[in-house]
């Protein structure tokens, strides 16, 4: 079990990018337990993470600088079979977003992207589509300390065109 530090950056599906602020034990229902506390950057939002299972809450350490290069490249030319009917592609597509791995999610707007430039994306899609961005966006930004925008170009100049 991975064992965090106050100063680590973490994730929190569906919060994003937080640091872990500090281990903090508090009482809950007559227990005493250990917990992280996760701070979200320019947010006052707080969470506490039960250090015995971070798993439960899906934390995981934030991308490394080192991880980036692999992300853009799954932006690329990741591909994944989607379900051609459209309620069963959104709760895929949901399900994704939801688990939080930065991986399949590049892959996930990786396949997403391909589909818009052959035939177009319908709405569920494309909004689909711009949350994965988003996510990506937002971790990258924090592990290479760029600005969101910044993070959007890399993304941009990765499929050599302007995101919509």
Not at 11 to 39: D, F, H, W
Not at 80 to 85: A, D, E, K
Not at 120 to 135: V, Y
């Amino acid at each position: 079990m991975k064992e965090y530090r106050p100063g680590d950056k973490v994730v929190l599906p569906p919060y994003g990018v937080g640091v872990v602020a500090s281990i903090m034990q508090r009482t809950i229902s007559g227990n005493q337990r250990a917990y992280y506390q996760v701070e979200f950057p320019n947010t006052r939002s707080k969470a506490y993470v039960p250090v015995e299972s971070p798993q439960s809450a899906r934390m995981r350490p934030a991308l490394c600088r080192e991880e980036i290069e692999e992300i853009l490249e799954l932006l690329r030319n990741g591909r994944l079979s989607l379900p051609r009917q459209w309620a069963a592609r959104h709760r895929k597509t949901s399900e994704i977003l939801a688990e939080g791995d930065p991986y399949r999610i590049a892959t996930l707007a990786g396949q997403l992207r391909a589909w818009e430039l052959e035939r177009g994306l319908p709405d569920l899609d494309r909004q689909a589509f711009r949350r994965a961005i988003h996510l990506l966006a937002e971790e990258v930004c924090q592990a290479m300390e760029v600005s969101l925008e910044e993070a959007r170009a890399m993304f941009e100049n990765a499929w050599g065109e302007e995101l919509n």
